[in-house]
């Protein structure tokens, strides 16, 4: 019998986006846990005490985007994997931290696996 699945934290605000998100992080093997903000995510990361992976979008409603997320993350839960999968111009995206991935959107499965080989998840 195989252990637990590992977590994702998901922050999307557009329900649609963060469906088809959550399904494709749990085809790849993931426990995935949705917000519809920042704030949300953060309560997720602070309840497990982080999680193996952040994927966030960039616009998001609330006092927090999704690059304050990332670097509020980075800060915080080092280990934590980063992807931002956005539909903002990628030079948007110069103010990630470092070690985030960014895609744009839309992506596909394809992309998300390329992504989570580059991080060592998957």
């Not at 966030?56 to 006092?63: A, E, F, K, L, V």
């Not at 991935?101 to 394809?110: D, R, S």
Request: proline letters at 6%; one cysteine or more; glycine letters at 6%.
């Amino acid at each position: 019998m195989s252990g637990p699945r590992p977590i994702a934290v998901l922050a999307e605000d557009e329900e649609f986006s963060r469906l088809v998100a959550a399904d494709m992080l749990t085809a790849l093997g993931f426990e995935v846990l949705e917000a519809e903000h920042a704030q949300g995510a953060l309560q997720h990361l602070e309840a497990c005490d982080g999680a193996v992976l952040l994927y966030t979008d960039i616009n998001m409603p609330g006092t927090m985007d999704g690059r304050a997320l990332a670097n509020a993350v980075r800060a915080r839960w080092p280990e934590t994997r980063i992807i931002v999968c956005s539909g903002c111009d990628p030079r948007e995206a110069t103010a990630l931290p470092e070690e985030a991935h960014f895609i744009a959107k839309p992506c596909g499965e394809k992309l998300v696996r390329k992504a989570l080989k580059a991080l060592h998840l998957h």
